[in-house]
T-cell receptor, first 113, second 114 residues
Framework: GDSVTQMEGPVTLSEEAFLTINCTYT??????LFWYVQYPGEGLQLLLK?????DKGSNKGFEATYRKETTSFHLEKGSVQVSDSAVYFC????????????FGSGTRLQVQP | DGGITQSPKYLFRKEGQNVTLSCEQN?????MYWYRQDPGQGLRLIYY???????QKGDIAEGYSVSREKKESFPLTVTSAQKNPTAFYLC?????????????FGSGTRLTVV
């Protein structure tokens, strides 16, 4: 079945460090890919998305490129801030089969001042 | 402002009791979803509905029930048959025709068995 695999956390960085959170997927078709962010005690917010191969999604300094050849959608940010501390979820959707998003297990990011 | 409202934010259930979690949206979205989140884990799909008066089981539907009598509302009942209901419950909605836009999420309900 379709699945999303994320790197395990927590990821602990100092402020202004470079961030990469790895995400790979398995899907029977051509999915749309998403990154969501969850702050403590809250729901998930859409951070960025990409709907086809080689698309780059970007928002708030975060970016991710849809790599069909490596089935990956890694999240990156050049300089993290303490306020970026949260849990990040990678997800996919397909136009066929079950019409619901499939989520990875989430990666907790802790940014220290 | 359009959005999804989940209530209550915190809910306590006694053993053997049914409880209902509310989810209301004013986004005019066709599809609505319920997910369960356990500490340190991802989101697992409980039920989803693509249209009024129709819904499908997700991966962990046992011990839960839903209804979709109105487009705006998708309540989730956690029944006494759910043996481990303590979790964070998230409701979401989307336009059904195209999931490439992703979901809009509510702020969640934290359910605790006492």
């Amino acid at each position: 079945g379709d699945s999303v695999t994320q790197m395990e956390g927590p990821v602990t960085l100092s402020e202004e460090a470079f961030l990469t959170i790895n995400c790979t997927y398995t899907a029977t078709g051509y999915p749309s890919l998403f990154w969501y962010v969850q702050y403590p005690g809250e729901g998930l917010q859409l951070l960025l998305k990409a709907t086809k191969a080689d698309d780059k999604g970007s928002n708030k300094g975060f970016e991710a490129t849809y790599r069909k050849e490596t089935t990956s959608f890694h999240l990156e940010k050049g300089s993290v801030q303490v306020s970026d501390s949260a849990v990040y979820f990678c997800a996919l959707s397909l136009d066929t089969g079950r019409r619901a998003l499939t989520f990875g297990s989430g990666t907790r990011l802790q940014v220290q001042p | 402002d359009g959005g999804i409202t989940q209530s209550p934010k915190y809910l306590f259930r006694k053993e053997g009791q049914n409880v209902t979690l509310s989810c209301e949206q004013n986004l005019n979205h066709d599809a609505m979803y319920w997910y369960r989140q356990d500490p340190g884990q991802g989101l697992r799909l409980i039920y989803y509905s693509q249209i009024v008066n129709d819904f499908q089981k997700g991966d962990i539907a046992e011990g839960y029930s839903v209804s979709r009598e109105k487009k705006e509302s998708f309540p989730l009942t956690v029944t006494s048959a759910q043996k481990n209901p303590t979790a964070f419950y998230l409701c979401a909605s989307s336009t059904d025709r195209d999931l490439s836009g992703g979901y809009t999420f509510g702020s969640g309900t934290r359910l605790t068995v006492v």
